[in-house]
């Protein structure tokens, strides 16, 4: 198995630009995670799925955030407008049971 | 919601020393406690876990126990060596099945 794939490894923008990351989780999972990763505050858990349906988005920051998980095999996190505000790294983990597999995660940065 | 706390937030050991990590959580229905390392610049990586039924779990040099009366449970890493050193988190989880609450983090150095 692959693991769970994210993509792009690295993104810069320009402030105002849409941005959208990509995950593809590990086959058979059921969950699936988007977490925001900086050194102020750590790791934040955004949103999360559960057999593709939204579950808890209430740690999406704004509007401008909006996740979707169209099947059990992608998923995509947008901003849009971006802001250097959002610049972090984000990760995708995805579970069956309870221990999460994370991405290598996408390196955001917003100029 | 579930809150767990992580303490210390930095560590730093001499290696071939132990290193202990200890997490409290508040939601007594949690029911399974794992442990992540991430690595400078890498993914965090499940290294051990353990569920409510069970008081202590060992993997060669590491080991967590949890106290299901007063909500605690402890990383220990035995024999430290270099390569240990990372951020390590613990997370609690059982109400919400499948969504897991962190600690901050525990930044552990090993010096040679």
């Known amino acids: 198995d692959a693991g769970v794939i994210q993509s792009p490894r690295h993104e810069v923008t320009e402030m105002g630009q849409e941005v959208t990351l990509r995950c593809k989780p590990i086959?058979?999972?059921?969950?699936l995670f988007w977490y925001r990763q900086t050194m102020m505050r750590g790791l934040e858990l955004l949103i999360y799925f559960n057999n593709n349906v939204p579950i808890d988005d209430s740690g999406m920051p704004e509007d401008r955030f909006s996740a979707k998980m169209p099947n059990a095999s992608f998923s995509t996190l947008k901003i849009q407008p971006s802001e250097p505000r959002d610049s972090a790294v984000y990760f995708c983990?995805?579970?069956?049971?309870?221990?999460?597999?994370f991405g290598s995660g996408t390196r955001l940065t917003v100029v | 919601g579930e809150n767990v706390e992580q303490h210390p937030s930095t560590l730093s050991v001499q290696e071939g020393d132990s290193a202990v990590i200890k997490c409290t959580y508040s939601?007594?229905?949690?029911?399974?406690f794992p442990w992540y390392k991430q690595e400078l610049g890498k993914r965090p990586q499940l290294i051990i876990d353990?569920?409510?039924?069970?008081g202590e779990k060992k993997d060669q040099r590491i080991a967590v126990t949890l106290n299901k009366t007063a909500k605690h449970f402890s990383l220990h890493i035995t024999e430290t060596q270099p390569e240990d050193s990372a951020v390590y988190f613990c997370?609690?989880?059982?109400?919400?099945?499948?969504?897991?609450?962190f600690g901050d983090g525990t930044t552990l150095t090993v010096k040679p």
């Open positions: 983990a995805s579970s069956f049971d309870y221990g999460y597999t």
């Open positions: 353990i569920r409510s039924n069970v």
């Open positions: 086959s058979g999972h059921d969950y």
């Open positions: 997370a609690a989880s059982g109400t919400n099945a499948g969504k897991s609450t």
């Open positions: 939601d007594s229905a949690s029911n399974y």
